[in-house]
């Protein structure tokens, strides 16, 4: 087979803009024997209204028909069961053509996409994590601290529209999680992030001991200026983790080409035409869509 078919099990929503696909069938233990399957998932979605047309698999890798590559998104895998019977991956809902929201908003039981690749990094181990992003970062935030063990220390900070996206996550005692509403603003208009972040204190003791480590994930404009905060700071390259998920004015399908959807080398194992010279693994564009 091509990819791991997923299949709609029960559509949640978690916050008026937040809409959580619990997908089962035998495609998930197959996505996630096939091997790394988490933080990230490539998930390839139909043509709306037409039956799941699986790009084929060769020697070289993914054999794509014309329209097939476009329809590929990075998503974060929200929760995983530990049989492999289940995942469930979060959608940010919004106006708009979207491959992916569109698809999530009008998904029932019974409905399919595949799950092509998966893999990718996470936050290091640390005794302090500061953890910093938006909506588009809430899915990797939450999983990230709901697998924290019971001693972790930390901080939190999540911008969403207003307090009806907040969610309950189930952080430990020590891990403070804080809301950022932007009460009517549009998504990455404001400086609420750059701020939270440049107010933020890290321990003396955890800082020289190098037990802190940073993961920012947001509107590239966050990104930039979290790179260049961390940088004044003097704080260790190798202690930190900032990806860029989305740039405002750019639609999903500009900035994923100009990204290739790929956090990591091999990812997903190909590149697109075309796009030899612009391939951007490993670099500090990175594209992710909720």
């Known amino acids: 087979?091509?990819?791991?078919?997923?299949?709609?099990?029960?559509?949640?929503?978690?916050?008026?803009?937040?809409?959580?696909?619990?997908?089962?069938?035998?495609?998930?233990?197959?996505?996630?024997?096939?091997?790394?399957?988490?933080?990230?998932?490539?998930?390839?979605?139909?043509?709306?209204?037409?039956?799941?047309?699986?790009?084929?698999?060769?020697?070289?890798?993914?054999?794509?028909?014309?329209?097939?590559?476009?329809?590929?998104?990075?998503?974060?895998?929200?929760?995983?069961?530990?049989?492999?019977?289940?995942?469930?991956?979060?959608?940010?809902?919004?106006?708009?053509?979207?491959?992916?929201?569109?698809?999530?908003?009008?998904?029932?039981?019974?409905?399919?996409?595949?799950?092509?690749?998966?893999?990718?990094?996470?936050?290091?181990?640390?005794?302090?994590?500061?953890?910093?992003?938006?909506?588009?970062?809430?899915?990797?935030?939450?999983?990230?601290?709901?697998?924290?063990?019971?001693q972790q220390r930390g901080l939190a900070l999540i911008e969403v529209a207003g307090p009806a996206e907040e969610q309950e996550l189930h952080a430990p005692a020590g891990v403070e999680v804080r809301w950022l509403h932007r009460n009517g603003a549009q998504p990455g208009s404001t400086m609420l992030l750059q701020e939270a972040l440049a107010a933020a204190r890290f321990p003396a003791a955890e800082l020289a001991a190098g037990e802190v480590q940073v993961w920012v994930s947001a509107e590239s404009a966050v990104v930039r200026f979290a790179r260049s905060w961390l940088k004044s700071l003097g704080f260790p390259r190798k202690q930190q983790l900032i990806i860029g998920y989305w740039n405002r004015g750019v639609n999903e399908v500009s900035y994923g080409r100009a990204t290739d959807h790929d956090r990591v080398e091999g990812e997903l194992e190909t590149i697109l035409p075309g796009q030899e010279e612009d391939h951007h693994h490993g670099s500090p564009r990175y594209a992710h869509d909720h």
């Not at 559509?11 to 069938?25: C, I, N, S, W």
């Not at 993914?62 to 019977?85: F, H, I």
């Not at 979060?90 to 992916?100: I, L, P």
């Open 1 to 150: 087979m091509s990819g791991h078919i997923l299949t709609v099990e029960r559509v949640e929503d978690v916050t008026p803009l937040m809409r959580r696909v619990h997908f089962g069938g035998p495609g998930v233990a197959g996505y996630v024997n096939a091997g790394a399957h988490i933080p990230n998932v490539k998930l390839y979605f139909p043509v709306p209204g037409e039956p799941l047309d699986l790009p084929g698999r060769g020697e070289r890798g993914w054999e794509w028909k014309p329209g097939q590559r476009e329809r590929v998104r990075t998503y974060t895998v929200r929760s995983l069961a530990a049989d492999a019977s289940s995942l469930s991956v979060d959608f940010v809902r919004h106006a708009g053509t979207s491959v992916a929201a569109s698809w999530a908003e009008n998904a029932v039981r019974g409905d399919e996409i595949a799950a092509l690749a998966g893999g990718g990094v996470v936050v290091g181990e640390a005794a302090w994590v500061l953890l910093a992003g938006d909506e588009t970062a809430l899915p990797a935030i939450g999983g990230t601290i709901e697998r924290f063990g019971p």
